[in-house]
């Protein structure tokens, strides 16, 4: 199947700071990825669609000024979460589907914690 | 809206016993429906789909599942667990029939004793 990447795996960074994650895919273009934030034991919540050369779809609730969403080309992603709070600290994913295909390929997702 | 239910949220068996994992479905229309697993600090792995077609489906690692209608249900199953299936697994719909975003269920943890 194809390859998603993400990166970083996990990151630590202070209060107020800015987080950047990457989301790549490795062996396919994709023109729309998605993010996904998922709590402790709990499932995954989408954020945010990200569209290829346009703005991103926010879902309802997740503020688009804290959650930057840049899809600058055809197989990178970034999410930058901006002025991080320990509320923030959470699992993050993205996934990304051929424009062909049916199911959807998620990266690893990042482990970001803010202290 | 579409939806998916997980009503268990842990399944324990015994390697070498066969294993369900439940989903039951809400959509309008013909569904559309995907199991996905999730092993521990990681992302998620497509483990199969019902798009149309036979309502017995196969996937990978030896997993199937079984689309029923008049139940609304698509459980995850396996005829001999193995201590390397224990992991987070999701039942998924697209909110529309554009496979585009996924609407997941609330996982269930399956944990395979040896």
């Known amino acids: 199947g194809a390859v998603v990447s993400q990166h970083p795996s996990r990151v630590i960074c202070k209060s107020g700071t800015s987080v950047k994650i990457e989301c790549r895919s490795l062996d396919f273009q994709a023109t729309t990825m998605f993010w996904y934030r998922q709590f402790p034991k709990q499932s995954l919540m989408l954020m945010a669609t990200?569209?290829?050369?346009?703005?991103?779809?926010?879902e309802q609730g997740v503020e688009k000024d804290k959650f930057l969403i840049n899809h600058a080309s055809l197989t990178l992603s970034t999410l930058t979460v901006t002025s991080a709070h320990p509320e923030d600290s959470s699992f993050y994913i993205c996934?990304?589907?051929?424009?062909?295909?049916?199911?959807?390929?998620f990266g690893q997702g990042t482990r970001l914690t803010v202290v | 809206a579409q939806s998916v239910a997980q009503p268990e949220d842990q399944v324990n068996v015994a390697e070498g016993n066969p294993l369900t994992v439940k989903c039951t479905y809400s959509?309008?229309?013909?569904?559309?429906l995907f199991w996905y697993v999730q092993y521990p600090n990681r992302g998620l792995q497509f483990l199969l789909k019902?798009?149309?077609?036979?309502?017995l489906v196969k996937g990978s690692y030896g997993f199937e599942a079984e689309f029923n209608k008049s139940q609304t249900s698509f459980h995850l199953k396996k005829p001999s667990a193995l201590v390397s299936d224990s992991a987070l697994y999701f039942c998924a719909v697209p909110p529309r029939r554009g496979f585009q975003k996924l609407v997941f269920g609330t996982g269930t943890r399956l944990l395979v004793s040896p």
């Open positions: 990200s569209n290829e050369g346009s703005k991103a779809t926010y």
């Open positions: 996934s990304a589907k051929l424009d062909s295909g049916t199911e959807a390929f």
């Open positions: 019902y798009i149309t077609g036979d309502n």
């Open positions: 959509v309008s229309g013909n569904p559309y």
